[in-house]
């Protein structure tokens, strides 16, 4: 009788969760948000988020073709994603052809340069979105008011109007449930944090995401800009904070990315605690108001060595 073994490298477990799955999972829980933006901001911003997906989707099919490899893939969620992060993370009256330039670096250079899904070392969004910041930062800076508002643009977000006339004077002029719902000026898809709660609500439920990042990142940003961004120490506006800006959008869908985050607990709280840090320091030194992006790009190149110093030891390990 002949036997024949199957023989393969571990890890034998297997899931009915994929990599597919989880990428429409968390392009599912991003719709609240969008759908809000949409509804504040008025029908650009739904033409600015299928300008980023439709080419998102189509640098994927093209890169892919050029590489011979299965065009097909640019459906399993991952290029979907990146084009609407990246269309929720710039204001809603930019021009048609700026989500355009930002979702083909977001996928080529993001994300296909260093190997496809599961190779990049940075978000791509993030990395499309910092591109465009660098390249137009006035149109990246210049933002729409809620459309019922009788000014159609505004200068200033909260974080900007905080930065340029004093934390503890505007923090407290801007009523916290303007915040929640969205009644301010900022990107497309990170103003109405109650959307993004939804959203992330059901990430939880699922167990796609832990606690461990977006609940220590945003108690970092809270605690500091408690500490320090008051008229005294320990005076700052926590809440105001941590519902001003990207914080919220950035925590949970984009700093808990699995491929440019840390894979183990420790590791989590390490990066979480890091962005955190960084994302407090750009908003209170740096010249721009607002620290996610830069602050979650940064610790992306750090999670290497967090890994390398945090991740648990498998089982049978001795030290030599």
């Known amino acids: 009788m002949n036997e024949s073994l199957t023989v393969s490298i571990g890890p034998h477990i297997k899931d009915a969760i994929t990599t597919k799955k ?17 509804f504040i901001f008025g029908i650009n911003s739904l033409l600015v988020i299928i300008a980023s997906v439709v080419t998102a989707l189509v640098t994927e099919a093209v890169i892919l073709a050029m590489r011979k490899k299965d065009i097909g893939a640019i459906w399993d969620g991952s290029a979907i994603l990146t084009g609407l992060l990246l269309a929720y993370n710039v204001p809603p009256q930019v021009p048609i052809w700026m ?11 993001g994300k296909q340069v260093f190997g496809g899904l599961g190779h990049n070392i940075f978000n791509p969004a993030l990395a499309g979105r910092a591109f465009l910041m660098i390249s137009w930062p006035v149109y990246m800076t210049t933002w729409q008011n809620p459309r019922w508002s009788v000014d159609a643009v505004t200068s200033a977000t909260p974080l900007a ?9 505007l923090a407290k002029a801007i009523p916290y449930w303007d915040l929640f719902i969205g009644n301010r000026g900022g990107c497309i898809g990170e103003i109405c944090v109650v959307a993004l709660l939804v959203g992330a609500a059901f990430l939880f439920i699922k167990r796609y995401i832990t606690w461990h990042i977006p ?14 961004n008051g008229k005294a120490l320990f005076s700052g506006d926590a809440l105001f904070y941590m519902m ?9 869908f984009m700093a808990t990315d699995y491929v440019t985050s840390p894979l183990g607990a420790r590791g989590k709280i390490v990066f979480g605690v890091g962005c955190g840090i960084l994302t407090f320091l750009i908003r209170r030194f740096a010249g721009y108001p607002e620290g996610v992006s830069y602050a979650i790009l940064i610790m992306n190149a750090a999670t290497p060595i967090i890994d390398r110093y945090t991740f648990p030891k498998w089982f049978g390990w001795r030290k030599q």
Not at 161 to 169: I, L, M, P, Q, T
Request: net charge neutral.
């Open 215 to 228: 609940v220590t990142y945003i108690l970092t940003v809270g605690i500091f800009s408690w500490a320090f």
């Open 244 to 252: 001003a800006g990207g914080l919220v959008l950035g925590a949970f």
């Open 22 to 38: 989880i990428m429409w999972a968390v392009t599912l829980s991003l719709i609240p948000a969008g759908a809000a933006g949409v």
């Open 99 to 109: 989500p355009i330039a930002g979702s083909f670096f977001a996928i080529a250079i």
């Open 161 to 169: 109007a905080c930065k340029n006339g004093g934390e503890h004077v």
